[in-house]
């Protein structure tokens, strides 16, 4: 049998490292897929849906640095990679999508299952390209995986059967991908930064995903600088750990002396972080650094006194010795102090946690992280198990915390454990769901991940309602709608899938219940956990326009008959209110 352009694509894929594919199969990709099965060396991962199978690739790009391939049918089956490819193109990891196509006699004639690929994938992709002869693939797809790989994104290859299945022509039929590129800020913007640290009475440092790779350098700018840490939700596992100044985080999340840091300190160094959320960012008194590598960034969230292009780490390695030491730590122990504090308060949840009914989710994610391994990777839907994670699960050196944190989208901690698992095989990789993201998208591929055997640990935070859109409705002054549902037994139906499932609804089951999940092996496990509804999540400065909205809100709720909603709030909540 003579080489088909479907064998051209898969011997370039391989040689640009990719080596599994999540999809479904289907009429227009058959002679794709059938190429991958001659090949041998991709690991084809059939899922139930193909909206799990692009987040689980996203997961594994993210956590591997290598590009991962989905694929979808024409029409419907790549409608269903258009959410998954805008988070990866968010988080700028390379995905390559191959998307099954029209036949190429019956292009442009609304044909069944018909859609441009390039009007469809604009929005969600670094490169679109359409193979409508053979003679384009080595070109096509060495733009499609490079613009992938060195841009970030997803990238698309539309492929119409037909040209799959013809014969590619005689052609060198690999990728050779340039090095990525770490290079620090240039000489002028290295001497104006020193020269502003060094004018500056005090200093703050608020740190991003940007900072991956970079502890050891900021961690000694700090020190030296005696320079309070704060950070974004991306880049708490990079520069909480083994930090002397850390401050906590800032925003609704927030928590600690990192607000107090970053509206006073003279100078804000802003290291690796495009942090959307400007309201909690200074726009007055002090003075703005910002370094980051996609120079785009620099300056759209808050006005900046020097904006930095450059690679945190290397940029802060050549700054270190160019900055004066600052010996006066008052402003650093004020905010580590008011860190202390906040800490102090919230444990009340977790150290009496298995004395307090109904079971708190801070109690839950505390006991969750004491337990789980130091590598493990924990996995967070959008919605309160975010929360959680970002407060109460520490995170190391080899402690990873993944998810849809800038796209933002529901349901993707199954998904990415599911990926992650397959790219690291024996490590922890810990969902944890909401309840709502756990019945849209992992209870259909739970039976993909029986039928692959893995180990993937999902802890669902039930408390039957979207609780995070709740809080959202209560912070705009609104009466709750639309939020509660019925949840079922969730253990009862993952073993009823052939998972092993573990339902906790006392507090002093939770221990138990999680070494017994995270001991478990041969397969996933869903430990279905039924949390305090009311638990509240404050953050360590409120908004005034956020405390006006729950004032408001409880005020409403009272008018419209649901004071008992409003009281349970309170006293479930009166430690942290």
């Given at each position: 049998?003579?080489?088909?352009?479907?064998?051209?694509?898969?011997?370039?894929?391989?040689?640009?490292?990719?080596?599994?594919?999540?999809?479904?199969?289907?009429?227009?990709?058959?002679?794709?897929?059938?190429?991958?099965?001659?090949?041998?060396?991709?690991?084809?991962?059939?899922?139930?849906?193909?909206?799990?199978?692009?987040?689980?690739?996203?997961?594994?790009?993210?956590?591997?640095?290598?590009?991962?391939?989905?694929?979808?049918?024409?029409?419907?089956?790549?409608?269903?990679?258009?959410?998954?490819?805008?988070?990866?193109?968010?988080?700028?990891?390379?995905?390559?999508?191959?998307?099954?196509?029209?036949?190429?006699?019956?292009?442009?004639?609304?044909?069944?299952?018909?859609?441009?690929?390039?009007?469809?994938?604009?929005?969600?992709?670094?490169?679109?390209?359409?193979?409508?002869?053979?003679?384009?693939?080595?070109?096509?797809?060495?733009?499609?995986?490079?613009?992938?790989?060195?841009?970030?994104?997803?990238?698309?290859?539309?492929?119409?059967?037909?040209?799959?299945?013809?014969?590619?022509?005689?052609?060198?039929?690999?990728?050779?991908?340039?090095?990525?590129?770490?290079?620090?800020?240039?000489?002028?913007?290295?001497?104006?930064?020193?020269?502003?640290?060094?004018?500056?009475?005090?200093?703050?440092?608020?740190?991003?995903?940007?900072?991956?790779?970079?502890?050891?350098?900021?961690?000694?700018?700090?020190?030296?600088?005696?320079?309070?840490?704060?950070?974004?939700?991306?880049?708490?596992?990079?520069?909480?750990?083994?930090?002397?100044?850390?401050?906590?985080?800032?925003?609704?999340?927030?928590?600690?002396?990192?607000?107090?840091?970053?509206?006073?300190?003279?100078?804000?160094?802003?290291?690796?972080?495009?942090?959307?959320?400007?309201?909690?960012?200074?726009?007055?008194?002090?003075?703005?650094?910002?370094?980051?590598?996609?120079?785009?960034?620099?300056?759209?969230?808050?006005?900046?006194?020097?904006?930095?292009?450059?690679?945190?780490?290397?940029?802060?390695?050549?700054?270190?010795?160019?900055?004066?030491?600052?010996?006066?730590?008052?402003?650093?122990?004020?905010?580590?102090?008011?860190?202390?504090?906040?800490?102090?308060?919230?444990?009340?949840?977790?150290?009496?946690?298995?004395?307090?009914?109904?079971?708190?989710?801070?109690?839950?994610?505390?006991?969750?992280?004491?337990?789980?391994?130091?590598?493990?990777?924990?996995?967070?839907?959008?919605?309160?198990?975010?929360?959680?994670?970002?407060?109460?699960?520490?995170?190391?050196?080899?402690?990873?915390?993944?998810?849809?944190?800038?796209?933002?989208?529901?349901?993707?901690?199954?998904?990415?454990?599911?990926?992650?698992?397959?790219?690291?095989?024996?490590?922890?990789?810990?969902?944890?769901?909401?309840?709502?993201?756990?019945?849209?998208?992992?209870?259909?591929?739970?039976?993909?991940?029986?039928?692959?055997?893995?180990?993937?640990?999902?802890?669902?935070?039930?408390?039957?309602?979207?609780?995070?859109?709740?809080?959202?409705?209560?912070?705009?002054?609104?009466?709750?709608?639309?939020?509660?549902?019925?949840?079922?037994?969730?253990?009862?139906?993952?073993?009823?899938?052939?998972?092993?499932?573990?339902?906790?609804?006392?507090?002093?089951?939770v221990e138990d219940a999680l070494r017994a999940?995270?001991?478990?092996?041969?397969?996933?496990?869903?430990?279905?956990?039924?949390?305090?509804?009311?638990?509240?999540?404050?953050?360590?400065?409120v908004p005034a326009r956020t405390a006006a909205?729950?004032?408001?809100?409880?005020?409403?709720?009272?008018?419209?008959?649901?004071?008992?909603?409003?009281?349970?709030?309170?006293?479930?909540?009166?430690?942290?209110?």
């Open positions: 049998m003579s080489r088909t352009v479907a064998d051209g694509l898969w011997e370039m894929l391989v040689s640009a490292g990719v080596r599994r594919c999540y999809g479904i199969v289907g009429d227009a990709l058959n002679p794709v897929v059938d190429a991958m099965r001659r090949n041998g060396q991709v690991d084809f991962v059939h899922v139930r849906n193909e909206e799990f199978g692009v987040f689980a690739a996203v997961a594994e790009a993210k956590l591997t640095g290598q590009p991962v391939a989905v694929c979808g049918t024409a029409g419907p089956g790549v409608a269903h990679l258009i959410n998954g490819m805008l988070d990866a193109l968010k988080e700028r990891v390379p995905v390559i999508v191959l998307a099954g196509d029209t036949e190429t006699v019956l292009m442009d004639t609304e044909t069944v299952e018909e859609l441009n690929p390039y009007r469809f994938f604009a929005p969600a992709a670094v490169y679109v390209g359409r193979l409508v002869s053979p003679g384009q693939l080595r070109a096509v797809v060495t733009s499609a995986v490079t613009a992938a790989v060195t841009r970030g994104g997803p990238a698309v290859v539309a492929l119409p059967g037909d040209i799959a299945a013809a014969a590619a022509r005689k052609d060198d039929y690999a990728i050779r991908l340039p090095r990525p590129a770490r290079v620090p800020a240039g000489t002028e913007d290295l001497s104006a930064m020193a020269e502003m640290i060094n004018q500056a009475r005090t200093v703050a440092v608020f740190g991003g995903q940007g900072c991956a790779g970079a502890h050891a350098e900021v961690t000694a700018l700090a020190a030296k600088l005696s320079a309070p840490v704060g950070y974004s939700l991306k880049g708490k596992q990079f520069l909480e750990h083994d930090n002397a100044n850390a401050v906590g985080m800032t925003g609704l999340l927030g928590y600690g002396g990192c607000h107090h840091a970053l509206h006073h300190a003279d100078v804000l160094l802003m290291l690796g972080t495009d942090f959307p959320f400007s309201d909690f960012l200074p726009h007055h008194g002090t003075k703005i650094i910002q370094v980051d590598r996609s120079p785009e960034r620099l300056g759209r969230r808050v006005p900046v006194a020097l904006g930095v292009a450059g690679d945190v780490q290397e940029t802060v390695s050549a700054l270190l010795p160019m900055v004066e030491p600052k010996p006066d730590t008052g402003f650093l122990t004020h905010c580590v102090e008011e860190t202390e504090r906040f800490h102090r308060r919230a444990r009340h949840y977790t150290d009496k946690g298995s004395r307090i009914k109904p079971i708190r989710p801070e109690y839950l994610a505390a006991t969750l992280s004491d337990l789980a391994d130091d590598d493990a990777l924990f996995f967070a839907d959008t919605g309160t198990p975010v929360i959680w994670a970002a407060r109460h699960i520490k995170y190391g050196p080899e402690r990873r915390l993944f998810g849809s944190f800038s796209w933002a989208s529901m349901a993707t901690a199954s998904p990415g454990a599911f990926g992650a698992q397959l790219a690291f095989p024996g490590r922890q990789t810990i969902a944890l769901c909401g309840d709502g993201g756990f019945t849209m998208l992992a209870l259909g591929d739970l039976l993909t991940e029986v039928q692959r055997r893995l180990p993937v640990v999902h802890v669902v935070f039930n408390n039957s309602g979207l609780d995070f859109v709740k809080i959202e409705q209560q912070e705009a002054g609104l009466v709750p709608f639309g939020t509660d549902f019925a949840t079922p037994d969730f253990a009862a139906v993952a073993e009823a899938m052939g998972a092993k499932g573990i339902r906790v609804e006392d507090p002093d089951d999940a995270l001991a478990h092996t041969g397969g996933p496990v869903v430990v279905d956990v039924l949390v305090d509804p009311y638990a509240l999540t404050v953050p360590a400065h909205g729950f004032t408001l809100s409880a005020a409403r709720q009272v008018l419209a008959g649901r004071l008992d909603d409003v009281i349970g709030t309170a006293a479930h909540n009166a430690r942290l209110i």
